[in-house]
């Protein structure tokens, strides 16, 4: 697919360290991170535009996002807690001002449990 | 503020059963409006963009329209195989245009 996650599943404790990892094949230049918990939507938590951070949506310090470069995008993960059990979005779309196809093109998630 | 509220929340159909969900936004200035098809435990796939009022898309039984307050995704003579979670998503003009505002969905359920 355009965009891939990994991993899909993951179950970590409130003390561990861990991350989530996102590619997309799109040719995009900006990527986001999202979180999905049940009954809400979509909450976006990062966005990426050209490697450079330009949206960081009051996310608690324990999720440190990465963009390496424009194709791969990472979430590091640290102390969470069980509210923070949630599915994780990666998604990725061409974010040029006066451009059309502007769409978000999304992975298939990581279903993440804190214990 | 930007708002996106989807109606209904669910949504019931015998399987030929034609009817439509709506989306309804307030954003400063539209950029674009993006409906998606969730389907349990996997991201959102990508449908339809519309980008002014009075554009219209379609694809299989799918049709997507828009005005100035709304937009409404009609299904005609569904199946099955549609039972899914339909998203809506806004974008704005401006500083902002690199951003998606969700909905929460509409969760449908085709009975055969």
């Known amino acids: 697919t355009g965009v891939t996650q990994t991993p899909r599943h993951l179950v970590m404790g409130m003390t561990n360290k861990k991350s989530l990892k996102c590619e997309q094949h799109?040719?995009?230049?900006?990527m986001y991170w999202y979180k999905q918990s049940a009954k809400k939507p979509l909450e976006l938590m990062f966005v990426?535009?050209?490697?450079?951070?330009?949206e960081n949506n009051s996310v608690p310090s324990r999720f440190s996002p990465e963009c390496p470069n424009s194709s791969h995008l990472f979430l590091h993960l640290h102390t969470l807690q069980p509210e923070d059990s949630a599915l994780y979005l990666c998604?990725?779309?061409?974010?040029?001002?006066?451009?059309?196809?502007?769409?978000?093109?999304f992975g298939q998630g990581t279903r993440l449990t804190v214990v | 503020e930007d708002q996106v509220t989807q109606s209904p929340e669910a949504l019931r159909l015998q399987e030929g059963e034609s009817s439509s969900l709506n989306c309804s936004y307030t954003?400063?200035?539209?950029?674009?409006l993006f409906w998606y098809r969730q389907d349990p435990g996997k991201g959102p796939e990508f449908l339809f963009t519309?980008?002014?009022a009075g554009e219209e898309k379609e694809k299989e039984r799918l049709k997507a329209t828009l005005t100035k307050k709304e937009s409404f995704l009609h299904i005609t003579a569904p199946k099955p195989e549609d039972s899914a979670t339909y998203l809506c998503?806004?974008?704005?003009?401006?500083?902002?245009?690199?951003?998606?505002?969700f909905g929460s969905g509409t969760k449908l359920n085709v009975k055969p």
């Open positions: 799109l040719g995009h230049n900006a």
């Open positions: 998604a990725s779309s061409q974010a040029l001002v006066g451009s059309l196809n502007t769409e978000a093109f």
């Open positions: 990426y535009s050209l490697e450079e951070r330009v």
């Open positions: 998503a806004v974008q704005a003009d401006g500083d902002n245009f690199n951003k998606f505002y």
């Open positions: 519309l980008y002014s």
């Open positions: 954003v400063s200035g539209l950029r674009g």
